[in-house]
């Protein structure tokens, strides 16, 4: 079963910039099946989709932090990144990464889904001077 | 920007008891759909996509149903291992997830 598991610094001052990286366990990143994307959760909120990427490139962000979002792939590493500019208390939060997997319906063996099957178990992220 | 509104917030039950949360979406959004489960300090856990497919290991007393913009996760009889929070998420270019329903014990 694939592994993902995120790291970075716990810890970063406000207007700096946070980077995280996801690590995954097999050799998935580097075939055409997956996006991967990235999660975050403020304490005690709910969840934020904040973007997906897919093996090629091809990024999608959350129009309120794409501004300061960059997401990117390393096939060779099996890494995904992300660097999220000029942070405030307000970026403070657990940041999942997750593969999406192309599933398919019950009653439609034709068409797929991309769903967040896997996910890494998280990283705290704060966000202080 | 889809937006995704659950109901309720907060639902307190019991052991047994059959539990509905809706999922409501600003636009239609077909059966692109999927329900996630959350429990404190863990990960989300995937539970249904495409609306109503349950996903591998995912016990039966969970299903999912709707289409369009009205989606209801059922758990028809609440064991203790199911409290947690629920959270709908739209599977599309922008996975935006919704506020989240928390089911307590009673």
């Known amino acids: 079963q694939v592994q993902l598991q995120e790291s970075g610094p716990g810890l970063v001052k406000p207007s700096e910039t946070l980077s995280l990286t996801c690590t995954v366990s097999?050799?998935?990143?580097?075939?055409?099946?997956?996006?991967w994307g990235w999660t975050r959760q403020p304490p005690g909120e709910g969840l934020e989709w904040v973007a997906s990427?897919?093996?090629?490139?091809?990024?999608y962000y959350n129009p309120s932090l794409k501004s300061r979002l960059t997401t990117s792939v390393d096939t060779s590493k099996n890494q995904l990144s992300l660097k999220l500019t000029s942070v405030t208390a307000a970026d403070s939060a657990v940041y999942y990464c997750?593969?999406?997997?192309?599933?398919?319906?019950?009653?439609?063996?034709?068409?797929?889904?991309?769903?967040?099957?896997?996910w890494g178990q998280g990283t705290t992220v704060t966000v202080s001077s | 920007d889809i937006q995704l509104t659950q109901s309720p917030s907060f639902v307190s039950a019991s052991v047994g008891d059959r539990v509905t949360i809706t999922c409501r979406a600003s636009q239609g959004i077909s059966r692109y759909l999927a329900w996630y489960q959350q429990k404190p300090g863990k990960a989300p856990k995937l539970l249904i996509y495409a609306a109503s497919t349950l996903q591998s290991g995912v016990p039966a007393r969970f299903g999912g149903s709707g289409s369009g913009t009205e989606f209801t996760l059922t758990i028809s009889s609440l064991q203790p291992e199911d409290f947690a929070t629920y959270y709908c998420q739209q599977l599309n270019s922008y996975p935006f997830f919704g506020g989240g329903t928390t089911v307590d014990i009673k």
């Open positions: 990427v897919y093996y090629s490139g091809n990024t």
């Open positions: 097999d050799g998935s990143m580097s075939g055409s099946r997956y996006y």
């Open positions: 997750a593969r999406l997997s192309p599933l398919t319906a019950n009653d439609n063996p034709y068409f797929s889904y991309y769903v967040m099957d896997v």
